[in-house]
């Protein structure tokens, strides 16, 4: 069964400190999402791409993370530096065809700053 | 401000009980609603869409839509221990999803 692939799967890094997180995902979905979840709440979108284009990065903290999707298929999110207040599960999730809404997650990367 | 509202919980249900669990949403104009599973440290997982009024079974699981009162449902019948998990609803606006904080289902042997 075709799933999203993130790694790494747990980060712990010290504030002030560059991290990134890679996603694949499922093989012909278009669209990539990045979310970001806080324990107790529900995914936030960070970024949402269609192919290599950026969608909308409303809900980006442009002046430390930053998202790219070169060739169109996998992805990576960058934050530099990183704040205590990044600590959180970093979640990417793809979507097929046009028409369909269902979104599809990978593990999720698990963000500790220290 | 799109909004989807869930009760946080934790429901308590007994084991092969019937779980409901209900989300409501702000957007009169929402058209595809979904259930996802997510349990703890997990990613979130996808169980169920719907997107007309009514009801869609799944197994032992039953979404309902009720558009006109803007609110969806998951009945999970025969429950198990392994249903214990937080369940997100998640409502498509434009071309995103707003999700709500979920509601933390506990199933009791």
């Known amino acids: 069964e075709a799933e999203v692939a993130q790694s790494p799967r747990y980060k712990i890094t010290e504030k002030s400190q560059a991290v990134a997180f890679w996603c694949d995902p499922i093989s012909g979905h278009a669209t990539l999402y990045w979310y970001r979840q806080i324990l107790g709440q529900g995914p936030e979108l960070l970024v949402q791409f269609q192919d290599e284009s950026v969608v909308d990065d409303s809900q980006l903290p442009k002046d430390r993370f930053s998202a790219e999707r070169l060739k169109g298929v996998d992805s990576t999110l960058k934050i530099q530096p990183a704040e205590l207040g990044d600590s959180a599960m970093y979640l990417c999730?793809?979507?097929?065809?046009?028409?369909?809404?269902?979104?599809?997650f990978g593990p999720g990367t698990r963000l500790t700053v220290t | 401000q799109k909004e989807v509202e869930q009760n946080s919980g934790p429901l308590s249900v007994p084991e092969g009980a019937i779980a409901s669990l209900n989300c409501t949403y702000s957007?009169?104009?929402?058209?595809?609603f979904f259930w996802y599973r997510q349990y703890s440290g997990k990613s979130p997982e996808l169980i169920m869409f719907i997107y007309s009024n009514g009801d869609k079974e799944d197994g032992r699981f039953t979404a309902q839509l009720n558009k006109a009162s803007q609110y969806v449902s998951l009945l999970i019948r025969d429950s198990q221990p392994s249903d214990s998990a937080t369940y997100l609803c998640?409502?498509?606006?434009?071309?995103?999803?707003?999700w709500g904080a979920g509601t933390k289902l506990i199933i009791k042997p």
């Open positions: 999730a793809s979507r097929g065809a046009s028409g369909r809404a269902e979104q599809y």
């Open positions: 998640a409502v498509k606006f434009n071309y995103q999803l707003i």
């Open positions: 957007d009169r104009g929402s058209q595809s």
